[in-house]
């Protein structure tokens, strides 16, 4: 009887051993996987609060709104005591999306709330205004309402959502604008800053992989979006400039506007049956480039009509790996963006200098480098839909 009492005791010891072992084993992959999390924004899950260090120093083609030189994101920094500051001021963020679901704004929302965690100030609203103005609108004086120290935004129209954004600064809210300001608002006055990517060098990369898949020579057309949006203007722009300034023998045949991102199938569609001998289509960001891809395919001329365009969602990364209709394009770096907005914000509830442009570079993505890229610019291995077009 004592004997089997003490073989029990230590059949209990053992359990309890292995459980906790167990428990431990468990934890300890937890904290590999949070501090992976946070190395993604910021470099370390102590110490300053930086982008990524490992993101390359290359020259930043553009210019904010207003002509500003643009700073480099990578130059951001909150200290160790400025972020104590910071989290003792229990402060409340919100962000003012133009529209959402896309891996681009995922990253980029995923990364401003990453960094506010980090930085101990609440999400009190993310909003999608689903690329309409007027719902816009709505969705800043709804947020108003919740009285946030904090609002990070892209406008969707610079004109009609202007007056909603100055009813922010009347209520003392400190502005980040994404990609572009609202009309009328001075930088270190009426806004803290504006983060975006290099986008008229994303423009211009479209253009120089486009001249190098057509060897130097062809027809193209550009599909550009027709509103007040100084990004996606960029792109365009560059994308125009750099074929008529370094590819004589490409002529640019076609120029088409879009107001809807869904539009793009429709548009390429009409470009193709009015120019049957075109090479390739230029779209503004990967969702309407889906759609020309779609457009291309029905008329049957994948391997007459390529693609390049600007940002790098699953969709159009496939196509890429694939040798698909989509040959590369100019990536912003989404994550890093959101991790910059954040910081800018802690600039201005500490009342520290701000630049009034801030950019992070152009990253040039073809096969060659498509995985590598993705991981680079969203922090994760590319998704294995991606993986497995390489093969």
């Known amino acids: 009887m004592k004997k089997n009492l003490f073989l029990?005791?230590?059949?209990?010891f053992v359990l309890a051993a292995a459980l906790m072992g167990c428990g431990n084993s468990e934890k300890t992959s937890g904290e590999k996987e949070s501090t992976k999390k946070n190395e993604n924004y910021s470099g370390k899950a102590s110490g300053p609060l930086t982008i990524n260090p490992k993101i390359p120093d290359l020259e930043v083609q553009d210019k904010g709104p207003n002509g500003e030189k643009a700073v480099s994101a990578k130059s951001l920094q909150l200290t160790e005591e400025e972020l104590q500051k910071i989290k003792d001021g229990k402060y409340k963020a919100a962000i003012v999306m133009h529209y959402s679901g896309t891996d681009y704004m995922k990253?980029?929302?995923g990364a401003m709330k990453d960094t506010f965690?980090?930085?101990?100030i609440e999400v009190i609203a993310v909003t999608d205004a689903q690329f309409k103005?007027?719902?816009?609108?709505n969705d800043i004086e709804t947020v108003l309402a919740k009285k946030p120290d904090i609002m990070i935004s892209v406008p969707v129209d610079a004109v009609?959502?202007?007056p909603a954004y100055?009813?922010?600064v009347a209520q003392g809210v400190k502005l980040v604008f994404m990609d572009g300001a609202a009309k009328g608002l001075k930088p270190g006055k009426d806004y803290i800053s504006i983060v975006s990517g290099d986008n008229y060098g994303n423009g211009a990369l479209a253009a120089d992989i486009m001249a190098e898949k057509l060897g130097g020579k062809g027809k193209v057309g550009i599909i550009y979006h027709d509103v007040n949006f100084f990004v996606t203007k960029n792109r365009s722009d560059a994308f125009e400039a750099r074929i008529k300034e370094k590819y004589p023998n490409i002529k640019i045949v076609a120029k088409d506007g879009i107001?809807?991102?869904n539009k793009g199938e429709e548009v390429a569609s009409a470009m193709l049956t009015r120019n049957p001998g075109i090479d390739g289509i230029f779209a503004p960001w990967d969702v309407p480039a889906e759609?020309?891809?779609?457009?291309?395919r029905n008329a049957g001329k994948e391997k007459d009509v390529i693609v390049t365009t600007v940002d790098l969602g699953t969709n159009v990364a496939i196509s890429i790996a694939s040798d698909g209709i989509v040959k590369g394009l100019g990536a912003q770096l989404p994550y890093d963006q959101g991790v910059a907005q954040a910081i800018l914000a802690g600039y201005a509830l500490l009342g520290k200098e701000a630049p009034a442009y801030v950019a992070s570079p152009a990253i040039k993505v073809t096969k060659d480098n498509v995985l590598d890229s993705w991981k680079l610019i969203y922090g994760t291995e590319a998704p294995s839909t991606v993986k497995n077009a390489m093969k």
């Open 259 to 261: 107001t809807d991102p």
């Open 107 to 109: 990253a980029a929302v």
């Open 160 to 162: 009609s959502t202007a």
């Open 8 to 12: 029990s005791v230590i059949l209990i």
């Open 166 to 168: 100055k009813k922010a």
């Open 117 to 120: 965690k980090r930085m101990g």
């Open 133 to 137: 103005a007027e719902k816009q609108v």
């Open 291 to 296: 759609g020309v891809m779609s457009a291309i």
